[in-house]
């Protein structure tokens, strides 16, 4: 299967801006998801396809994709954003869900 | 709202089964469009899928598991359960199940809490 690439850790300063990437082959042809995932607790989605955001998730989370990556902004970081962050996409027979990222720890700091 | 629920023992022997069941609440698991996912996390690591299946029966299992693992379905009960052979310490992991949408913008939309699996003797 293919494999996605996140940096491991990355911090942003209180209400500043903050990108998180995802990099794999499969992007090129598939949208990325992401998940937030919190000390203890289940993941939660918080963007899936070209740009779009479950209910009852701020609008400063963002998602974009170019070429092999895609990318998770934040933007006006708050301090409840702390945590781990996945991606997923398909695998590369293109049919399953089958691939996640290693995932990136973000600090607020 | 749809919710998940695991259920299962938390500790297994070295070389026995690991069986869990999911409890599908709030919908239907014989909806069409969705994929009922196994996806594990051992501790202090990252996700891994193990697999998922269409309510219809139809399975796929992450190439790297497959061997040991069995997907099932009881449409009746809104369950759907993991069995997981030949455990080894390595299999230690939070196992959560979740909702799998393939068309369209693909994800795992829902989510169970999780449950800890401790593989020992």
């Known amino acids: 299967s293919s494999e996605l690439t996140q940096d491991p850790a990355v911090s942003v300063a209180l209400g500043q801006t903050v990108r998180i990437t995802c990099q794999g082959d499969?992007?090129?042809?598939?949208?990325a998801s992401w998940y937030q995932q919190k000390p203890g607790q289940a993941p939660v989605l918080v963007i899936y396809?070209?740009?779009n955001r479950p209910s009852g998730i701020p609008d400063r989370f963002s998602g974009s994709s170019s070429g092999n990556t895609a990318s998770l902004t934040i933007t006006g970081a708050q301090a409840e954003d702390e945590a781990d962050y996945y991606c997923n996409s398909r695998d590369s027979s293109g049919n399953h869900l089958g691939v996640f990222g290693g995932g990136t720890k973000l600090t607020v700091l | 709202q749809v919710q998940l629920q695991e259920s299962g023992p938390g500790l297994v022997k070295p070389s026995q089964t690991l069986s869990l069941t999911c409890t599908v609440s709030?919908?239907?698991?014989?909806?069409?469009?969705?994929?009922w996912s196994w996806i594990r996390q051992p501790p202090g690591k990252g996700l891994e899928w193990i697999g998922y299946?269409?309510?219809?029966?139809?399975?796929y299992y992450n190439p790297s598991l497959k061997s040991r693992v069995t997907i099932s379905v009881d449409t009746s009960k809104n369950q759907f359960s993991l069995k997981l052979s030949s455990v080894t310490a390595a299999d230690t992991a939070v196992y959560y199940c979740a909702r799998g949408l393939l068309v369209g913008a693909t994800r795992f939309d829902y989510w169970g809490q999780g449950t800890l699996v401790t593989v020992s003797s």
């Open positions: 709030g919908g239907s698991i014989s909806s069409g469009d969705y994929y």
């Open positions: 299946i269409y309510y219809s029966g139809s399975t």
């Open positions: 396809g070209k740009n």
């Open positions: 499969s992007l090129r042809s598939y949208y």
